[in-house]
């Protein structure tokens, strides 16, 4: 630290030099989040300095947390669902992990995930002590069910689905897990962090929630799709009182026991996720989730045309191609298996996609 403060003229000079090294997210078309939409950056400042790492002080965003769960819950056909804010997917899939080992004793704990599950498992695994077991994808980069039954046994604490891949933008056969959970007596996770404020709004919703009797939890991001500011995830399970088995004792502060991973948790961010919820209603997040997915099959189309084919039809907007490089000034990732993957959110919109297929075009030329 200096021992003597910057001038605020410098200060912000550093800071846009900074800022301009991101190149703005115009140009960045791989990432699951996107810049957050006005009525959430306008909320967002409105709740800075709140803190529902104890919420007995802040009982107005408290409430509004309250709200988050309840409306997400509704959303995911179980509107009285338990649950809170956390930081994203990672925080959710480790809360999830560690309830789903709470309430199964078990020697040697183990978890069956997808090959395709985020690395967020990993991690969960090693700070909980779980073997993890890998389910293979079919062709189409789905779980391959029929190999689930066989990785189950009565050390299994926890099943793994996806609802939009991260690297392909695949949603697993959730109803056919659901039905091993219940025959294989198994807590079943969904992790919809990307596709939970996407598959609700599609033209023909396939079912992956509390709808499905198996489903125990499902962790999703209104920082992804739900534009809310960072960070803004959410973890539903179906039970309520499976959290008190998390509880720890907090004698110091207005609330005597917490469940949550993080202690200071923004409120911030939670009332940005449900001022973009209560402003757009279900119409709303259709039209926008209706035009993410437009400008995705465009770019396929587009990407098909200059002769890089997709490696998969995508169930939400998620596009992958047979392709070593994009043009100069755009910021792409690629997939293990060496596909470019481009996420359509709101920010890509069709000029985008138009002005990024014609830089492609150059380039092959």
Known sequence: MREVGCPEED?????SSKRREDLGYRNILSSMCTPPHPVAARAHAMFLETNLGDPGLFPGTAALEDLLVRRLGTLMHLPDAGGYAT???TESNIQAFRIAKKLKSAKSPNVVVPASSHFSFTKACDILGLEMRTVPLDAGFRMETEAVDGLIDH????????VGTTEYGMVDPISRLSEIALDRNVFLHVDAAFGGMVVPFLDRPVPFDFSLPGVSSISVDPHKMGMSTIPAGCLLTRSAEWFSCLNVDTPYLTVKRECTLAGTRPGAS???AIAVLEYLGMDGMRAVVAGCMEN?????EGME???YPRAVTPDVNVATFSCERAPVGWRVSTTRNGHMRIVCMPHVTRDVVEQF?????DTDA
Do not use: Q
């Open 87 to 89: 930081s994203g997917g």
């Open 155 to 162: 050390n299994t604490v926890a099943l793994v689905g996806v």
């Open 270 to 272: 939670v009332a940005a």
């Open 357 to 361: 297929l014609v830089d492609m075009g």
């Open 296 to 300: 995705c099959r465009r770019l396929i």
């Open 305 to 307: 045309t200059l002769g």
């Open 11 to 15: 200060l912000f000079s550093f800071l």
